[in-house]
């Protein structure tokens, strides 16, 4: 599964490159032989982790911390840890989608013919994480598999599984990049097997992210 | 011939007198300065009333005194020399044993104080004085070292641009002659300053000052330096640079602080210096915002300007400059900060906002401005100095120049830059010139000779560059078939396959490094989707890529350990000694305005050593059959001046279409395509309409087939 994970990951930053929906990128990489994270990574958002939005953003983007910077100045960042035993089971995940946020923005004159529609309209840029801790978890309180909205430390959507590379990729592209998801791909290209789901029955009962 | 060079000078009489002394030696060659270098001192800047280098006599510096009290000047002269020779000491081959090689000497010179002369010089013999020319002369024959060898070394630090080959990446050569190899040796040549860019940086005006030249002449080197000798030399003034690309932003604060750091010994005081972008918001300072805050007037973003003009003017910003500039005019004293506002490329901005910068500066309003000869191409397109300010620029014969003009390339080599004329202008296509200049003598300005014929309209004139406008090492590095090839590929996939072959062979066998590349693509619009072809080979071959990013002011135009792909604008203000230009067919179509023919000339220019210019299809073949054009003519430029009635047809055809103007023409070319088809079907005949086809081979100047 691990070499899969890495080679999802692979193969959609190839997509990326080629349809012009990235501006930089980092190879997917296997660290230690448990974990999937890209290449050049340094510990910087940990550091980060209790500053504001502005400065985690700037800071990853100017260091290159990230899988893909798109062409609208998004961060995408994929972690994945396995375990070390030739089981390889899936331990932990964290899935990050970081917008461009707002101040950053043009107040200049943007080079002529440069100008995309987003310019034009007030998004308002939220961060999002899918993560994934099979080991400690709550029932309820923090489920094993939830998406973060936003900075809000209580916010955690239960998820019904870990989100493998291809999935989060289909649902960052259909959610904040239509336009070029219609233009280049189709939905067959990121329908993969489910994973085992890991959501419990009481979760189950709240609004929660579901995959069929 | 001495080059004569006045910088800011207190003591008009007496330095006048040793400029004429000099001016006298007619067989002298050297140069002479006055008001320059600046020296930091303990009581801050002074700068040096003159200075005199030549290859044949050395270093000599002067003191001068203007009137008849002088006191002992033996403190002033061993400052003022141990200050120069403490800065070539720093350059390692112009000392020996912790002494220069080429000593710095020192004189006072005070004409009207004879006698006080006489008795310091008696007083104290080692610390000379001259009040008579011919005791100069004496001064120099005793003094006179011959140092041609180091003369453009000296020069280079009294230029104090000595840091400029700083900061050069370290090169792993492991192969002779390899790529890498020549760009070694191309870096490390000394670079000093000519004498019209010393002109331009150092002799200011009380008024406006135009600096021109080519792409590539070194008007932004010359600008920033400008300002850091005007800030070491006036640290009261309130000095301002603005620009149009913002990759010039860092580009000038690095620049400004290391020639200030070279000139003072200490580092700018930014309080003083206001680096720019013309535009500006709340989170950005710029010229604009800041005049509409100081004054009152009501601010206009990007957006917001847009949506107030967007159908009246074709571009905001100029509504904007002009909407603030009428509702100040009214007012009568308007806050004014800025004692010198320089611009870089003036060319890029409306007429608004230079009027705008020149009512933002206080009296005297000192306005600099650079820009690029070649981006308008008529000199009509770049409005007059009259027409802005209302103002003649003058050079007087002693004076200080008002218009500059920086002739010599420094970036791209003479096959280079000549390909990229004949290619900007259409010299050699097969439909004829696309665009041209107005006026024959801007030739001449951009440093071309005339070698055959005349520049008159309909005579046949050949056009070369010379060595002194073109210097010859920046092409001798390589056969002119490494220089500059232009390629026409079967289709998209053949051109990507042979660009990423090519740029793994750079960064291997070549050993060029990742940031001595650029890939750029002539269409904005489909950049990000065509480069995507190249990038993703690279990628499958281990080699990382990135689109020169646009969106953040910390805009970072090379990553680390990655190619750079680019569109055509943000190329600008770069520049890279291997360049690649992807998809050039697109500056050849049919629908020829000269916008494409000034994107391929943009592109081209932005080498520095070598070039590839690939594209495929019909279009791409034309482009290569034009340059072979080129190539027979040994990068000459013979053609058949245009008369006044094809100049006219050229612009006509080839004038810049609004967006109004292509609808129309839109509209109307399907209305003849309807009018043929139903011709075609029948629908209508010949004769239903002959009258109108008559009329319209009359206005046409077709000849008529009946």
Known sequence: MIRNFRNEIEQFTIKCIEYGLCLHQNKPIIRNNSIIVWAGETGITSALKNSRYLEKYEETRNSQNYNLLMADGALIQLRYLFSHDRRKVLIKHSLSFLPKPTGISLQEIPEEEEIEESAFVDIIPIPLRFDYDGESHADMEHPKSHLHIGEFRNCRIPVCSPIRPITFFHFILRSFYYKDFNENFDDGFFIRDRIEKTITSSEAKLLHINIV | MIEIISGSFKKPVVANDLKQYFKNKENLEGRLWFGYPVIGGIEGATTIDALFVSPAYGIFLFDLIEGNKIDDRSEIQDQLINHITARLLKKKELARRGKLKVEVNAITYAPACRTKVQEFEQENPYYSYAATREELDIFLEKNSKDCKGLYPL?????????????????????????????????????????????????????????????????????????????????????????????????????????????????????????????????????????????????FYDFNSAKRLFYKDIPIPFDGICQKALDETSEMSELNTIYDVILIDEAQDFPDSFMKLCFSFLKVPKRLVY?????????????????????????????????????????????????????????????????????????????????????????????????????????????????????????????????????????????????????????????????????????????????????????????????????????????????????????????????????????????????????????????????????????????????????????????????????????????????????????????????????????????????
Request: with cysteine.
């Open chain 2, 370 to 706: 650079a820009y690029d000869e070649l981006q308008k191409l008529n000199e009509e397109s770049m409005s007059t100095p009259k027409d802005l300010f209302d103002f003649d620029l003058r050079n007087p014969e002693d004076g200080t120049r008002q218009d500059i003009i920086l002739k010599k390339c420094y970036r791209n080599s003479r096959p280079i830059l000549v390909t990229a004329h004949a290619m900007g202008f259409g010299v050699y296509r097969e439909e004829g010139l696309v665009q041209f200049f107005d006026n024959p003598i801007l030739w001449e300005e951009i440093g071309y000779d005339v070698v055959e014929g005349r520049l008159k309209p309909g005579y046949r004139v050949k056009l070369e560059r010379p060595d002194k406008y073109s210097p010859k090492f920046l092409e001798s590095h390589s056969d002119l078939d490494d220089i500059i090839q232009f390629r026409a590929f079967g289709d998209k996939q053949e051109q990507a396959q042979w660009i990423a072959d090519q740029i793994k062979c750079n960064l291997s066998e070549d050993e060029l490094q990742f940031g001595d590349i650029m890939v750029i693509h002539p269409n904005p619009r489909t950049t990000k989707s065509q480069v995507g072809i190249v990038r993703k080979i690279l990628f499958e071959n281990g080699i990382s890529s990135h689109i020169a990013g646009h969106d953040t002011p910390a805009d970072i135009f090379y990553y680390n350990r990655s190619i750079a792909f680019t569109q055509i604008h943000r190329a600008k203000g770069n520049e890279a000694p291997m360049v690649y230009i992807m998809d050039t067919q697109f500056c050849n179509n049919r629908d020829l305005s000269f916008g494409k023919r000034n994107i391929l000339f943009t592109a081209i220019s932005r080498s520095k050593a070598w070039i590839r210019v690939c594209g495929y299809g019909d279009a791409m073949k034309q482009l290569v059959k034009e340059f072979d054009r080129i190539k027979k003519n040994d990068f000459t430029l013979d053609f058949t001046y245009p008369t006044k009635e094809q100049m006219e047809r050229i612009n006509v055809i080839h004038r810049e279409k609004t967006k109004d103007e292509k609808k129309k023409i839109k509209q109307v070319k399907q209305s003849f395509t309807d009018i043929m088809e139903s011709i075609q079907s029948g629908e209508i005949q010949r004769e239903d309409i002959k009258p109108f086809y008559m009329e319209l081979n009359k206005m046409l100047g077709i000849k008529e087939y009946d």
């Open chain 2, 154 to 298: 000296i020069l280079s630090v009294i230029d104090a641009i000595t840091s400029l080959g700083k900061g050069h990446k370290r090169r792993e050569i492991k192969k002779k002659d390899s790529k890498g190899d020549k760009l070694r040796e191309l870096e490390k040549s000394i670079n000093h300053l000519d004498f019209q860019q010393e002109k331009a940086v150092i002799e200011t005006s009380d008024s406006v000052q135009r600096i021109r030249g080519l792409a590539g002449s070194g008007k932004t080197i010359v600008l920033a330096l400008k300002v850091a000798y005007l800030h070491s030399s006036n640290p009261n003034w309130d000095i301002a640079v603005t620009f149009k690309s913002r990759s010039l932003k860092q580009q000038f604060k690095d620049l400004i602080t290391k020639f200030t750091i070279e000139q003072k010994g200490e580092e700018p005081d930014f309080n003083k210096i206001s680096i720019l972008n013309a535009w500006g918001g709340v989170s950005n300072p710029g010229i604009y915002y800041q005049f509409c805050t100081e004054n009152g007037v009501q």
